[in-house]
């Protein structure tokens, strides 16, 4: 457990969040109210209740590059099914898990003036399609015989529009992961009682790739704390070598302040 807050009676402590299932209700149900209630989306509902885990790690739903795409599915599909983008067409988003995480990361790289990988993205997921079918019916002068021709054409047509939506939906979501997780970040500095230096490991595809959010979590923390003195590393194998990251990181810190 957390020393209250102000008790410095350790010099230092390290803390492995494993903070995934915050929010859950008190039982783990899927329609128990937790901590994290009143910040759900539809679309969080929705993911949790198709998840195998139905009613647990809540938190983690929210913020882990695992559950981002699958939130952004849930909210394009919506758009589509009341008509607000793709012209209607849902194509791929059907499927679970078709719309997958990393397109998040690929998405807002992808530049704003020629949404490349955007439009790349909506192709393979046949967003959005279209079928037009023309049939012609000729006759020859003289004779009773005609002759029917029908001709379909398929495609995708992917406007500026789409594409734009699809990056603010991204961005979104990518958005409210980061502050949700620099927010969680914030609440341990304010329980242990000092933000005046610290190392917080992270690790996770998000923190890897994704061309934002580390720097929207930092200034989340910036913003809820100021002039603290948070730094934020990358931990490349899970929690149990990120706090042995941590550890190292502050020894060196130490040592630099001795010099």
Request: glycine share 12%; with cysteine.
């Amino acid at each position: 457990a957390l020393p209250i807050s102000g008790d410095r009676t350790h010099e230092g402590i390290i803390v492995n969040m494993e903070w995934g299932a915050f929010g859950d209700g008190p039982n783990g149900g899927v329609n128990e109210s937790g901590a994290l209630e009143e910040f759900l989306t539809s679309y969080d509902r929705q993911l949790d209740r198709d998840s195998p885990n139905g009613g647990h790690q809540r938190y983690e739903k929210m913020i882990s590059g695992m559950y981002l795409g699958e939130i952004v599915r849930l909210v394009l599909l919506d758009l589509a099914g009341r008509g607000l983008a793709f012209g209607g067409h849902a194509g791929m988003l059907y499927r679970r898990g078709s719309f997958e995480s990393a397109y998040l990361s690929d998405i807002e790289k992808s530049s704003n003036s020629d949404h490349a990988e955007t439009k790349k993205i909506l192709s393979n997921l046949k967003l959005p399609s279209f079928t037009t079918t023309t049939t012609v019916t000729t006759s020859t002068p003289g004779s009773t015989a005609t002759t029917t021709t029908t001709t379909t054409v398929s495609g995708t047509v992917i406007t500026p529009d789409d594409c734009d939506l699809v990056l603010n939906v991204c961005r979104a979501v990518s958005t409210r992961a980061a502050r949700l997780a620099g927010a969680g970040v914030v609440a341990i500095i304010e329980k242990i009682g000092t933000a005046a230096d610290g190392v917080v490991a992270v690790d996770g595809s998000l923190f890897q790739y994704h061309p934002h959010f580390g720097r929207i979590m930092k200034e989340t923390i910036d913003e809820l704390v100021p002039g603290n003195g948070v730094k934020l590393e990358r931990a490349e194998d899970g929690s149990g070598r990120g706090a042995a990251l941590v550890a190292a990181v502050a020894c060196r810190m130490k040592k630099e302040e001795g010099k």
